[in-house]
């Protein structure tokens, strides 16, 4: 098929251009589809991730609910998972707070330990730190561990805690029998709650310990 001069010229320049930048451009389209599927594939795998770690969660909240040592197995296997494989997600934190409370009400005061001294240790959220802090210290109370304790609740405690803090360091100062600085902690936790209604079960412990 004859093309004119106009035609040809066109084509020429076309060529021309392939020529020079063709390679450059099918570099750059397969590029583009290389990161558009690397996208993908992460959007996969954190959905993938996610669900798997929903997944070990409702199985250790389920055997949570759950009496008998097979319950307690379960709690410990799918804590130990999410914490593994999962630890970055958000159900890892959640997990381990459901696990310590189960197994610290079936008495295993050491896996309550356990899973709580983890928390502590690596999760980068503030608050779920602190809780963590404040409820081992509770663990370690019930061991008598005393001076653990009372390490767990040093420093300056984010916002809202600490009332609580203080409140803890009471019963812990109480059961090493130093009602004095004991009383202290509690005043201390009465400023700092408020009109809260847990500020009513401190200024008990105020008042069974002053009569006694």
């Known amino acids: 098929m004859a093309y ?3 035609e040809q ?7 021309a251009w392939w020529e020079r ?3 450059l451009s099918m570099a ?3 590029a583009v589809l290389a990161v558009f599927a690397g996208w993908r594939g992460w959007q996969w ?3 993938h991730q996610a669900n798997q770690a929903m997944g070990y969660y409702e199985a250790l909240e389920a055997a949570a609910a759950q009496p008998g040592d097979d319950a307690v197995a379960r ?7 999410l914490r593994d494989d999962y630890a ?8 381990v707070l459901v696990a310590a409370w189960a197994l610290q009400e079936r008495k295993d005061l050491d896996g309550a330990r356990e ?6 240790r690596n999760d980068t959220v503030p608050a779920l730190r602190a809780v963590a802090r404040l409820r081992l210290a509770g663990v370690l109370l019930a061991q008598k561990q005393y001076e653990p304790a009372l390490a767990q609740l040093q420093g300056t405690p984010p916002a809202g805690f600490a009332g609580l803090y203080a409140d803890r360091r009471g019963d812990i100062l109480a059961a090493q029998g130093e009602p004095a600085q004991a009383v202290q902690a509690w005043k201390e936790a009465l400023k700092s709650l408020g009109a809260d209604p847990a500020a009513q079960i401190v200024q008990l412990k105020i008042d069974a310990l002053n009569g006694a």
């Open 4 to 6: 004119d001069l106009e």
């Open 9 to 15: 010229e066109k084509l020429d320049a076309l060529k």
């Open 21 to 23: 930048y063709g390679t």
């Open 28 to 30: 750059l389209v397969f």
């Open 45 to 47: 795998y954190q959905s």
């Open 75 to 81: 709690i410990k296997a799918a804590s130990t998972a």
């Open 88 to 95: 970055k997600s958000g159900y890892a934190a959640r997990g």
């Open 115 to 120: 899973q709580l001294e983890w928390l502590a």
